[in-house]
């Protein structure tokens, strides 16, 4: 299962590079990140009323792409380079240093190793649906359908960190949590009329 090389935009690129070369002070990076080590892929934010009315993630939206950086003392960090409202308009975002890093490069290199994806090339992304506190792995195939998820620790809502989930499994836990989010928020807001005496 090779992940399918897609390569970021090249402000995206262009401004990761500039991330990378100033964090050696003195010595700015000289060689460009090759692609297995950089990886860059897209990160997607999912609407909660996506997931609720059964549209799954259609309607994701492109929010950042993400690079890999690892320094010459194998330090590790993901950097986040946002893609903003007009076309072509990037930014640096962040820079996610340590542990998850490291924790989250090293799991996609068990993903080869994996049975269920060896029948199928995957491009990597990373979805985030914030109202259920969902952060995975996104491994998107050329139909929807066959996509996989990896959750990424914390996990809530029933998700288990590091499992391989298949899009119908996924997408079912998604929904059902969708649902206990929305009857919870509701039973909220009537709970607080009461005690506002409306």
Not at 51 to 57: E, F
Not at 63 to 87: M, P, Q, S, Y
Not at 176 to 183: D, S
Request: aromatic content about 10%; glycine content about 4%; overall charge neutral.
């Amino acid at each position: 299962m090779p992940i399918k090389e897609v390569l970021a935009p090249q402000k995206s690129a262009n401004l990761f590079k500039d991330w990378a070369s100033k964090q050696k002070k003195g010595r700015p990076r000289k060689r460009p990140h090759a692609y297995e080590e950089s990886i860059p892929h897209k990160d997607f934010h999912a609407g909660l009323n996506d997931i609720i009315s059964g549209k799954a993630l259609v309607n994701a939206q492109l929010v950042a792409w993400r690079h890999f950086h690892t320094d010459a003392k194998e330090n590790h960090a993901l950097v986040e380079i946002k893609v903003g409202e007009k076309e072509d308009e990037h930014v640096l975002q962040e820079a996610h240093f340590g542990p998850m890093a490291f924790d989250y490069k090293l799991l996609l290199s068990k993903l080869k190793e994996l049975e269920k994806l060896k029948n199928e090339d995957f491009e990597l992304a990373y979805l985030r649906i914030f109202a259920l506190r969902i952060n995975t792995i996104w491994l998107r195939a050329d139909q929807r359908d066959n996509d996989f998820f990896i959750p990424i620790a914390p996990c809530f809502n029933g998700f288990v960190a590091g499992e391989l989930y298949s899009s119908p499994d996924f997408l079912k836990l998604a929904q059902i949590a969708a649902q206990r989010f929305y009857q919870n928020t509701q039973a909220k807001s009537l709970e607080d009329d009461d005690l506002k005496g409306g």
